[in-house]
């Protein structure tokens, strides 16, 4: 009976940075310790991409459903999110990381999308590695925003209703240059995917860890980046 080849390491790795506020927990300090170190994580995560052959890599760092937070920690967040642009921006650049960011803007305070476009802009020509941030992101409502899109390009007559597919709908969504991810990894023992890339991650492979996002080496990250080559991937089909 034929084996099948291991296949090649994942193009694109997409995280659940999950386990910051349990981090500071532990260690006797308030949440927003946690996501300080957490952000630390992510500049070590990014390094780690380009040996691994890793050329996409997204993380979410703000779901829809965190403002249901309280207002201290929310606040914290975007705080934290428009330092780590002012502080990281010329390292990015440097590295040769292309920024992106996905999810919806609109909520979001003008000052913290203002320095979200210029990363954008700064790092557009770059492609070592390509970095998406996704910030008040869902996948539940960027298959409605994109629903919404597409519905009206059908009502200009922009598209006709027998074009749209499943090759069509991507074309949409906030994810629309990138691949779909090989690999999504999930951090601090919890095993669900929390409303992350629903569509793209059909046919992704998932590894859930126990370890908390803030311990989260980039020597673990290699080990579960290697353990994927080991896995046999038939997208719904049976092998000869």
């Keep these: ?8 390491g994942p193009r694109h790795v997409a995280i ?33 991409c380009k040996p691994l052959g890793v050329k996409y890599l997204t993380i979410f760092a703000f779901s829809t ?13 975007m705080s934290l999110f428009r330092q780590y642009i002012r502080r990281e921006t010329r390292g990015l650049i440097d590295e040769g990381v292309c920024v992106r960011f996905i999810g919806d803007r609109v909520r979001l305070d ?7 476009d210029e990363l954008e ?11 998406t941030i996704a910030i008040n992101y869902g996948g539940r409502d960027e298959v409605a925003r994109a629903t919404r899109r597409l519905a009206k390009d059908v009502a200009d007559g922009k598209l006709s209703p027998d074009e749209v597919n499943e090759e069509t709908l991507p074309k949409y969504l906030d994810t629309r240059v990138l691949p779909d991810p090989d690999l999504v990894i999930r951090t601090s023992g919890e095993a669900r995917i ?5 569509w793209q991650s059909a046919y ?6 126990n370890t908390l996002w803030p311990d989260f080496s980039d020597e673990e990250f290699q080990k579960v980046v290697g353990s994927f080559g080991k896995r046999k991937r038939r997208f719904g089909a049976v092998p000869a």
Excluded: C
């Excluded at 009976?1 to 090649?8: S, Y």
């Excluded at 003008?110 to 979200?116: D, F, I, S």
């Excluded at 802009?121 to 970095?131: H, I, Q």
């Design 1 to 8: 009976m034929a084996t099948e080849e291991p296949h090649a």
């Design 16 to 48: 659940i940075m999950d386990g910051n506020g349990r981090w500071a927990q532990a260690k006797g300090r308030p949440r927003l310790f946690g996501h300080h170190a957490g952000a630390k994580r992510v500049k070590e995560i990014v390094r780690a």
């Design 121 to 131: 802009e700064s790092t557009a020509g770059n492609d070592v590695v390509n970095l």
């Design 65 to 77: 459903e965190n403002w249901k937070r309280t207002q201290s920690e929310v606040s914290g967040l």
């Design 204 to 209: 992704a492979e998932y590894e859930f860890v």
């Design 110 to 116: 003008p000052k913290l999308v203002k320095l979200m």
């Design 194 to 198: 929390s409303n992350f890339l629903l």
